[in-house]
């Protein structure tokens, strides 16, 4: 009976040996598989990536032109007629006259891409000091600061350039080029679309060009048209002419 029991004991206890092992009954432990992205991550990446191939590069191509005021001016143009009575009044000669009223307190800056020089860039915009506006008479720009347009209270008259029109693809140095610049003109705080007519020469880091405007109303802009009673009258018309010199920076 003792011989049976041991045995069996020893049949059981092999029986253990073998199951521990080849691993018994228990179950493997799960393998950690490596991390993987997301579908949604994956796919942003490759968007991101597929952007940044198609954007263009014009960072290294687009140039900012600053106005050098001392080599620039901005004139308004009207026609006057005085009346026989201003000979006697102010020495001047009765009849109709040009009136030019210049300024070289103007700054700005106009950023273009000589590559793709159609595409205006930025925030391109000219301001004048319109209380610097002098012409052949004290008497009228002193008139004009203090009274009638008072440029004293309304100082700043500012175009901001929103389009540039029949420019061609490319801009070959040193070569004269008409086109169109229009945007939005600010004068004694009353804002008016204007398009200018413009020549300019790009050369180098220099550009040069005149910029010109006609047809314009004072109405349009809340000045009244000067009148004074047996010497002169303004007529409502007038005009705008721009010389600039810009570099880049």
Known sequence: MVK????????????????AACGGSAEPEPTALPPTATPVAVATATAASDEAAAAPDTASTVQTFVIV????????????????????KLGINAGKAQ???????IEGQLQIDPGNPAALLGDNRFM??????????????????????????FP????????????????TPGAEIAFQMSGDLTVHEV??????????????????????????LMSDFGIEPPSFLNTLTVADPFAIEVEITARAE
């Open 69 to 88: 005021p001392e080599e620039s001016s901005a004139a308004y143009i009207v026609s006057e007629e005085f009346f026989e009575g201003a000979l006697a």
């Open 156 to 171: 700043e008259a500012i175009f901001v350039a929103t389009a540039l029109d029949g420019l061609p693809d490319t801009i």
């Open 128 to 153: 004048v000091n319109m209380t610097t506006l002098e012409t052949d008479q004290s008497r009228r720009d002193e008139w004009i600061r203090d009274d009638g347009p008072n440029f004293n209270r």
């Open 4 to 19: 049976r029991t041991t045995g069996l004991l020893t049949t059981v206890i092999l029986s253990l040996v073998i199951l």
């Open 99 to 105: 009136v030019i009223g210049r300024t070289q307190a």
């Open 191 to 216: 804002t008016q679309p204007v398009t200018f007519d413009v020549v300019a020469t790009l050369d180098g880091n220099t550009l040069t060009g005149t910029a010109s405007a006609s047809d314009l």
